[in-house]
């Protein structure tokens, strides 16, 4: 058990709908990522952010949104869904905004499927 | 730009040594990963260089790294049946704010 949480474990909605992907980081990590892994793109970073603000975007489509509340979890949002949003998304953390620290821990993955 | 290789299948027998191998690009990387994916589940953290070591041994587990060529190894000693996994290699560009850019996985079999 690495200690990030993550919820709910799986989704499935229709196209066209709107998701929230929850994310609860390790106690005392102040940073946030999360990364999109499915098979045809493999692990793709999608955005972090770091005690409330983001810190980097990475391949993040602009139907996807995330922020980072003052208790540090983190909401990732997916909307107007198409068939190849369905993907495994996991939340990761780190202690440090990343420039310092070496350790990233990985949540179990919440596995969503759009119909 | 950033890329991580790896190639995709290794099959060994139990209580051999695995090696699985890892290629990358960016020079300025500080830190390079090795993660294992079980079947349905996350990412484990297995261990981790920073970039001006060139070996870290744990345990069963110990990390080559040749800078110069830009390629990471991890060999898996008297490696068992629930050592079958895909693995991934990992590295945090240096110009990262701590994200990291990951290789297609190496899909680990170990045969009994």
């Known amino acids: 058990d690495s200690g990030v949480t993550q919820t709910p474990k799986h989704l499935i909605t229709a196209t066209g709908q709107r998701v929230t992907l929850r994310c609860s980081p390790r106690?005392?990590?102040?940073?946030v990522y999360w990364y999109q892994q499915s098979l045809d793109q493999g692990l793709q970073f999608l955005i972090q952010?770091?005690?409330?603000?983001?810190?980097a975007k990475g391949n993040i489509l602009e139907r996807f949104s995330a922020q980072q509340f003052p208790d540090l979890h983190s909401e990732l949002n997916l909307s107007s869904l198409e068939l190849g949003d369905s993907a495994l998304y996991f939340c990761?953390?780190?202690?440090?905004?990343?420039?310092?620290?070496?350790?990233?821990?990985f949540g179990p993955g919440t596995r969503l499927t759009v119909l | 730009g950033e890329d991580v290789e790896q190639s995709l299948f290794l099959s060994v027998r139990e209580g051999d040594s695995s090696v699985i191998n890892c290629t990358y690009t960016?020079?300025?990387?500080?830190?390079l990963y090795w993660y294992k994916q079980e079947p349905g589940a996350g990412l484990q953290l297995l261990t981790y260089?920073?970039?001006?070591?060139d070996m870290k041994q744990d345990q069963r587990l110990t990390v080559l790294l040749n800078k110069k060529d830009k390629h990471l190894s991890l060999r898996i000693a008297d490696t068992q049946t629930g050592d079958s996994a895909i693995y991934f290699c990992?590295?945090?560009?240096?110009?990262?704010?701590?994200?990291?850019?990951f290789g297609k996985g190496t899909k680990l079999s170990v045969k009994p």
């Open positions: 260089i920073f970039s001006n070591m």
């Open positions: 990992a590295e945090r560009p240096g110009g990262s704010q701590g994200n990291l850019i």
């Open positions: 960016d020079s300025s990387s500080t830190y």
């Open positions: 106690s005392g990590d102040l940073s």
């Open positions: 952010y770091y005690n409330g603000e983001e810190r």
């Open positions: 990761a953390s780190s202690v440090a905004s990343g420039r310092e620290g070496g350790e990233q821990f």
